[in-house]
């Protein structure tokens, strides 16, 4: 501050800095410091984040690179956590692609009458958030006369089949040239060789580039922890497709896997009064799927993207 | 490697770097009560947004407005501008080494700190954005799973990565030889700053190709995308250190900014042309030709089915954009005694091209979705908060590396 704190000694001129040196660095310290202390106090919330997620999350690697030893720890853990944060016993199986099998799906617009029932039925078999009325399904109502999909209305309401109206599901496509696999940073999401796109839960990082890039508005965002009551959580669960989901991660549609790969169909075709939706595998000759779509003129949405759609929508 | 081999009369780098880099906090931190003032607000707003991040990412991002139909918001609107921001820093480096002006080679050190700084914050934006902040090791190389070269993300992690480092070299080279009271060898950096504009372009290239390589979303899906951001990045780094400069000379003693500003205002003269031509014909294809590609572009600009969020801003970032436009393009505008208009015209720009790559590109790829619902988006309160809270910390970034090079743009004006 003054430079006449030595006014006899001029060959110190130095000093009178030195000393303002070390207060002005205690007082920038204690800046730091009580800077510092409010970062902590700011961001204090990320500790109730930081207590939902075990280390063994944490450090848990890729699905395709677990050990049948790890794969069996990571299902243990995740059961435990189901039973505690849900109050539900449940069981988590690692299904895996039944060689031969490619799965594709078809629905019937001639015979869908717009009812619902199947959106309501993916709601309660994967575990969807009760809050959000969350499905992998959505229904356009359409005038009839168009395929065009912008003259259709996802929110209609009243009484269903409408008379100028037809019915258009929408869920995913399990698209063979998936838009949403390529955009992936992290490889979370991958085509499994029965044709089904997964998502792995535990690694995808909630980027929503993949929900960017379908175009069928197939994959939903956990915009927060789902919310089931114990009585309705869906038991019967796989890794993969329907076990209740963390917060922050994208999830979609996998055919029911859970179900398909052990012989079951999927809950939307169970629950389809109408018989519009028709499933199989592709790849055997004698199949009910196999012979509609030989025989009957078929049409696929979006064809123009070149994402080469698994599921095929006809008239009769 | 030259660390082993330097002569014994001169420190070592081993010993002087640490000194350097103590140096220049210190300097950093040195500064007016005004200067005190600016940085304790700035801290302020930057703890309001780490808080309302902590509380995102403890509650779940239900906290923004974000649905999933319009999945990406105003982080990702930001993002994309912060990239055009670090990208126009190079129309300072263009000018230096490509033509030799020697008046802007003096200062092009502030478009290479702008760069770090608009780096940072881009990826602040981006883990701000993640649903899942705490697997972002699945993203490195190596340590994760990268899926590179397929996902136009990774790409993105790479150059703006690079181009963080590039800079960070270059200035942190500039600076510590001016330290050591050396004279900067060209071999160290000059292959650097060629290297780094043409680094510049791809990170804004790249980031175009996050969005127009999507073929559900024909909003995006345009390939005049790259060019256009282009376009705008080179009307917003330029404004942005405009104001800057003018600023600088009004609180610094540093000394021949009038020639690099006159420089950077004829820059924007043309690129604000070019940006608004681009916009121009982009409309003419989308309206005269009409179709589905047509809905977002109609709703962005008119409203779709009594749906009409975004037409206020739209309108908003054209008249700023065409003000700033005619404004740039009056000779009489650098006149010295007309800063104050210099600065306004800047800021129109500035912030019309904020809403035009943000709120007016951005959101309207997801309106309508791509069933064709009309959801709409405005941003939340904690959203705002964070994008404060970031912008705050990318300017307290800004303002000491601008402090630390002070001493070295104060004498590049002596000799
Ligand atoms: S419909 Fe969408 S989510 Fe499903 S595979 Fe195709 S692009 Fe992916
Ligand atoms: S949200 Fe998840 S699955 Fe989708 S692209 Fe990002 S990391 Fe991959």
Redesign the interface.
């Known amino acids: 501050m003054t430079d006449t704190n030595h006014p006899s000694r001029p060959d110190l001129p130095t000093l009178p800095i030195i000393e303002n040196f070390s207060r002005r660095a205690a007082i920038k310290g204690g800046f730091a410091t009580l800077g510092a202390a409010a970062f902590v106090a700011a961001i204090s919330p990320l500790r109730h984040a930081a207590q939902n997620t075990s280390a063994g999350e944490f450090m848990q690697n890729h699905y395709t690179e677990l050990t049948p030893e790890q794969k069996a720890d990571v299902i243990a853990r995740l059961e435990e956590e189901a039973k505690e944060k849900y109050g539900a016993e449940v069981t988590i199986g690692d299904d895996r692609p039944i060689p031969g099998t490619k799965f594709v799906y078809a629905i019937n617009l001639s015979v869908c009458n717009g009812n619902g029932k199947c959106v309501e039925a993916c709601h309660k078999e994967n575990n969807h958030d009760r809050a959000t009325n969350q499905s992998y399904i959505r229904v356009i109502e359409m005038p009839k006369g168009t395929m065009d999909m912008e003259q259709g209305s996802t929110t209609y309401t009243g009484a269903v089949p409408k008379d100028d109206k037809f019915y258009l599901p929408v869920q995913c496509q399990q698209c063979d040239e998936p838009p949403c696999v390529d955009v992936c940073p992290v490889k979370a999401t991958w085509k499994e060789d029965d044709g089904i796109v997964v998502v792995d839960y535990n690694w995808c990082i909630g980027c929503r580039y993949c929900e960017a890039a379908c175009p069928y508005h197939a994959r939903r965002f956990n915009w927060k922890q789902p919310e089931v009551p114990a009585e309705e959580v869906n038991p019967d669960q796989s890794y993969l497709s329907n076990r209740i989901r963390p917060v922050g991660v994208v999830e979609k549609c996998t055919y029911c896997l859970h179900r398909t790969r052990r012989g079951k169909l999927p809950a939307c075709l169970e629950a389809c009064p109408t018989g519009a939706r028709v499933f199989g595998n592709i790849l055997d000759p004698e199949s009910n799927i196999r012979w509609l779509l030989e025989n009957k003129r078929v049409y696929i949405l979006k064809e123009e993207l070149g994402t080469k759609p698994a599921f095929f929508y006809y008239f009769d | 490697m030259t660390t082993s081999t330097a002569p014994a009369d001169k420190p070592s780098y081993i010993a002087s770097y640490p000194r350097f880099l103590a140096r220049s906090l210190w300097q950093a931190?040195?500064g007016s009560l005004g200067f005190y003032a600016w940085m304790t607000l700035l801290?302020a707003l930057f703890?309001?947004g780490?808080?309302a991040?902590?509380?995102q990412?403890?509650?779940?991002?239900?906290g923004?407005h974000?649905?999933?139909?319009v999945?990406?918001g105003l982080y990702i609107a930001n993002f994309t501008f912060m990239v055009g921001l670090a990208a126009g820093g190079v129309m300072m480096v263009i000018p230096a080494y490509l033509y030799h002006d020697r008046k802007m080679h003096d200062v092009v050190i502030i478009g290479e700190l702008l760069a770090i700084a608009a780096i940072v914050m881009c990826l602040m934006f981006?883990v701000a954005?993640?649903?899942?902040?705490?697997?972002?090791w699945?993203?490195m190389p190596g340590l994760?799973?990268?899926?590179f070269p397929?996902?136009?993300?990774?790409w993105d992690?790479i150059v703006l990565n690079g181009y963080l480092l590039l800079n960070l070299h270059i200035c942190g080279y500039l600076l510590y030889m001016r330290f050591l009271g050396r004279e900067p060898n060209p071999v160290w950096y000059v292959p650097f700053v060629m290297l780094s504009i043409v680094w510049a372009i791809s990170i804004h290239t790249v980031t175009a190709f996050?969005y127009c390589?999507?073929?559900?979303?024909p909003f995006w899906n345009t390939a005049l995308l790259a060019p256009r951001f282009l376009a705008s990045a080179f009307v917003s780094g330029p404004a942005f250190i405009i104001v800057t400069m003018v600023l600088m000379k009004k609180l610094t003693r540093v000394q021949g900014l009038d020639q690099p500003i006159a420089t950077l205002t004829k820059i924007v003269r043309v690129t604000i042309l070019i940006n608004l031509l681009m916009v121009a014909s982009e409309l003419f294809t989308e309206f005269y030709t009409g179709g589905?590609h047509v809905?977002a572009a109609k709703y962005l600009f008119f409203g779709l089915h009594g749906k009409t969020g975004l037409v206020p801003w739209t309108w908003t970032a054209i008249g700023l954009n065409v003000t700033a436009a005619c404004l740039f393009l009056w000779p009489g505008l650098l006149a010295p005694r007309l800063r104050w208009l210099l600065v306004s015209a800047c800021v129109m720009a500035f912030v019309g091209t904020w809403i035009e790559k943000g709120m007016g590109l951005i959101i309207p790829?997801?309106i309508?979705?791509?069933?064709?619902?009309i959801v709409e988006y405005a941003p939340s309160l904690l959203e705002w908060k964070v994008t404060v809270g970031i912008w705050a910390f990318g300017l307290m970034v800004f303002t000491i590396a601008i402090k630390t090079a002070l001493p070295t743009l104060r004498q590049a004006d002596q000799d």
């Open positions: 931190t040195e801290t703890l309001v780490a808080n991040w902590a509380n990412v403890a509650g779940g991002m239900i923004t974000m649905t999933d139909q999945s990406w981006v954005d993640l649903g899942r902040p705490d697997r972002f699945h993203m994760g799973k990268f899926n397929i996902s136009m993300l990774t992690v996050l390589g999507l073929g559900g979303r589905a809905s790829g997801f309508p979705s791509t069933l064709h619902q």
